[in-house]
């Protein structure tokens, strides 16, 4: 017959299957809850700071600051205007730069010098700002369309130029480059 073994003593009680129980989580709070309690916090954290500071401060001796001592502002106030744009110096220059801001208020337009708006197309607007001399308004068309041919290569017109887009972006553009290279070729 085998022999066996007494079961050996066991000091401590046998586990139990059941889980131990966990206390239930507490609510969760809202932002605002949390923040009040994080304010709170910190605001009696500031307190105690601010007592601290007054005790540990008590024995020096200070003499109040005037602060019309301190403190000295000027009466003007000092900061540079920006630059203001130099106007163009030139006959034609000034003729493309008053139709820049003409097409630029007024509007723009195609297949017409002006419509029932107002708007203006890229020749309309050279027309009314060379304020009827024909002379000025050929050699300003004449300057954009040579600004335009170098921008987009080889363009039949300057009224080709402007039908050829759904708005006016690139017309206004292209005037105030024109006014920027006529006035810097002094023409």
Do not use: K
Request: proline share 10%.
């Amino acid at each position: 017959m085998p022999q066996t073994h007494p079961a050996p003593a066991i000091d401590h009680p046998a586990p139990t299957t059941q889980a131990p129980t966990v206390p239930p989580p507490a609510a969760e709070l809202s932002l605002e809850e949390r923040l009040t309690l994080v304010n709170t916090a910190m605001t009696a954290r500031l307190d105690e700071a601010a007592v601290a500071y007054e005790v540990n401060t008590a024995h020096i001796e200070t003499e109040p600051v005037d602060l019309a001592d301190v403190v000295i502002v000027p009466l003007t106030p000092t900061s540079p205007t920006p630059p203001q744009p130099t106007p163009p110096a030139t006959r034609i220059a000034i003729v493309l730069d008053r139709a820049h801001q003409l097409m630029d208020t007024a509007g723009w337009c195609a297949g017409a010098l002006t419509d029932e708006q107002g708007a203006v197309c890229l020749l309309g607007a050279i027309r009314q700002a060379a304020r009827g001399d024909r002379g000025l308004e050929a050699d300003a068309a004449a300057v954009l369309l040579d600004t335009i041919r170098r921008r987009f290569g080889d363009v039949e017109s300057v009224p080709a130029f402007n039908d050829a887009w759904a708005n006016g972006r690139a017309s206004i553009r292209m005037l105030h480059e024109a006014a920027s290279s006529a006035d810097a070729r002094g023409i």
